[in-house]
């Protein structure tokens, strides 16, 4: 068996048709050691165990708040024990998945809305990012993977209108600053915009609205939690070294520039 060199932190991982526990277990197949953050932290150990069992790697699960600054601390605390001693690699690789949508018209939004939306978004993918880009700076090599939205491109969606769209618009500009201002150091920034995914939460619509959806996108599908997958934990691989500051686009043709 390969040794096992790198962890790769992926934030939003327990949710059984969410992107995040995709990529989580995309990761372990190939071959990373896993750590899982969630909001529910018992949720986010069973499954780290049921990965790391499945795939024959280290595996840990951690609650976090990521729009919460003490929250994350404490994860990234538990995860630094956790390479101290041995029981993980450095990490390799952070995916900010977790995120919330806004399916409310914008004049029935409220403040509260607003700031929930964009500090789970958009705050919590700058609070996990900076307290783990240390460690990778040090280390002279890390991924940074950023989850934002096809809505970011071009507004609003049937999921995600305004506060949603902004959010995840603000974790474009975050991607790209920062990976300009981390060229020198060996860790690279990026950034993925799905469109319509087959994910939990499309639980609900109807077939008419699945249709619709499917009729906009060139492709004539949604796209599945491993395609997703895929780009992420590519993005995350040596093969993309040269890679920095790009918005990958996994929409079917939705939105072409």
Known sequence: MTTIQRTAVITGATSERGIGLTVARRYAREGWAVVILDLDGEKSAKTAAEIGNEFAVPAFGYEIDVANEASVAAARDAVDAEVRSGSLPAVGALANIAGITS?????ETTLELW?????????GTYLVTKAFLPGMIEN?????VNMSSVSAQRGGGVFGKVPYSSAKAAVLG??????RE???????VNAVTPGAVDTNIRVGTTPELEAAIARDIPLGRTAST????????????EDASYLTGTTVDINGGSHMH
Do not use: Q, Y
């Not at 002279?140 to 940074?144: A, D, E």
């Not at 975050?174 to 990976?179: E, G, R």
């Open 226 to 237: 491993e395609e997703v997958a895929a780009v992420i934990t590519f993005l995350s691989s």
């Open 182 to 188: 981390l060229g020198d150091t060996g860790v690279t």
């Open 174 to 179: 975050f991607t790209k600053a920062l990976a």
């Open 140 to 144: 002279g090599w890390g991924r940074i």
């Open 115 to 123: 700031n929930k939306v964009m500090a789970v978004n958009a705050t």
């Open 103 to 107: 399916p409310v018209p914008f004049l």
